[in-house]
Each structure stands twice: as structure tokens, then as C-alpha cells.
């Protein structure tokens, strides 16, 4: 069971603590960094090449036409009847190396969703147990604060799990943890959040939890 536990998200402390060694005088404000993507528009048998959020004229049927390609502001998980969305400018990922389950994952800059979904032989209550001890080993030494959490989506999904408020210095840590059973596989979901000065949710995990929220489904 230990090789299911993320110890990915215990490396977001570390990674977050390494950041208050700086002070605000020391800490250099890096330049924006992108890669430019290209994309193609196929017409018939004609190709234009087009770059985000840039204006071109593109001509089809002897008729100039302005295009603009835009990224769509919300992006979508679907698996097997499960569906949500969440803010198209977070980092996601999925993680099939292993054959006995699947992990996805979606990050923002302080927001952290993991959708861990184990194929064969599993109990849900296990694995979330299994999940909730490997953390709370991870933070042994911190200070740590356990307590009952529920998630309602608007389309009717409800869980209950355990949440936990870590303490690394200046670094407030909540980790939801939910486990649950949909038609013959077991899920375990983390929703994870670095909270801001104020001791309040961070802005990009207002905007994730909100919209995940809204559209989170569990067909039946």
C-alpha cells in the first residue's frame, strides 16, 4: 500500500518552506517565460497556420477573413462517468505507469487536485485510510490539525472526508481527503490548498473549487 502514498505533496512544503529563506529584499522577480505554440486551421484542403490570441488574415473562397484562436477558459476531466471542469491556465496531468491505477493531477500556483482511481481489488475505505496515515506520517513533527470536511457539487455528488491543516513556519497547508467507490473501481481525491496571509483560500483555489463545484458528476 505505501507506494500509492504521494509523497509529491509533501514536497509542496518543502518546496513552499525553501521559499521563506528568502527575504523580500533578496528575492528577484524572474521575467515571464512561454513557449509559443503554433496551430494549423484546415479548410477543405487548405492549411493556415495560426498563433494564439494573435489576429490573422486568412483568406478562404477568394474572401479575407480576420481569425483570432482562443483558448477556451475551462478545461475537462471525463472518465467512465465521472466529469468535471477546472480553469483552463492549471497545469494537468495524468500518470498510468503503473497498471493497477490511475492518477491525475491538476495544479495551479497554490492549488492542488489529485484523482487517484484504483483498478482491481481495492476497498475505497482502505485506500482513503491507507492515503491519510502515509500523510500524516510525512508531517510527523509539524503542526497538524485533523478534522472532519464534506464536499456537495451542484449536480448533486456528495462526500465526506477528513481534512488537514499543516504548519511549516509561515506556511499554512489544508488537504481534503475523500474516498469513495464508482461501479467496480475506488478513488481517492485530494484537494489541496496553500492558504493566503490572511489565513483565507487562495485566489486560483477559490476559482478551481468553485467551478469544480459547479460540475462535478458522478453519473448513475
Given amino acids: ?3 500509492y502514498i504521494p509523497v509529491l505533496l509533501f514536497a509542496f512544503i518543502v ?17 515571464p517565460v ?4 503554433g496551430y494549423v486551421l484546415q479548410i477543405d484542403e487548405q492549411q493556415h497556420e495560426l498563433a494564439m490570441d494573435k489576429p490573422q488574415d486568412v483568406v478562404i473562397a477568394g474572401k479575407t477573413h480576420r481569425v483570432v484562436l482562443k483558448e477556451n477558459p475551462t478545461a475537462a476531466l471525463n472518465y467512465k462517468g465521472i ?5 483552463s491556465q492549471m497545469l494537468d496531468s495524468v500518470d498510468q505507469a503503473d497498471p493497477e ?3 491525475w493531477s491538476v495544479e495551479g500556483p497554490n492549488a492542488v487536485m489529485l484523482l487517484f482511481c484504483f483498478h482491481e481489488n481495492a476497498e475505497h475505505e482502505l485506500m482513503g485510510a491507507t492515503m491519510l496515515q ?9 503542526a497538524l490539525e485533523e478534522s472532519n470536511v464534506e464536499f456537495k457539487s451542484r449536480p448533486g455528488v456528495e462526500l465526506r472526508g477528513t481534512r488537514l491543516n499543516v504548519s511549516l ?15 467496480d473501481e475506488s478513488y481517492v481525491l485530494v484537494l489541496q ?15 478551481f473549487l468553485k467551478l469544480f463545484t459547479e460540475t462535478l458528476e458522478i453519473a448513475q
Avoid: H, W
Fill in 34 to 37: 512561454s513557449f509559443d505554440r
Fill in 169 to 183: 513556519a509561515e506556511i499554512k497547508l489544508v488537504q481534503d481527503i475523500y474516498a469513495f467507490k464508482y461501479q
Fill in 101 to 103: 491505477y490511475t492518477q
Fill in 1 to 3: 500500500m505505501k507506494r
Fill in 193 to 207: 490548498d496553500t492558504l493566503a496571509d490572511d489565513g483565507g483560500n487562495s485566489d486560483d483555489y477559490k476559482a
Fill in 15 to 31: 518546496m513552499f518552506a525553501g521559499s521563506i529563506l528568502l527575504s523580500a529584499e533578496d528575492k528577484q522577480v524572474a521575467e
Fill in 83 to 87: 466529469s468535471f471542469k477546472f480553469p
Fill in 134 to 142: 502515509g500523510l500524516k506520517a510525512q508531517y510527523a513533527g509539524l
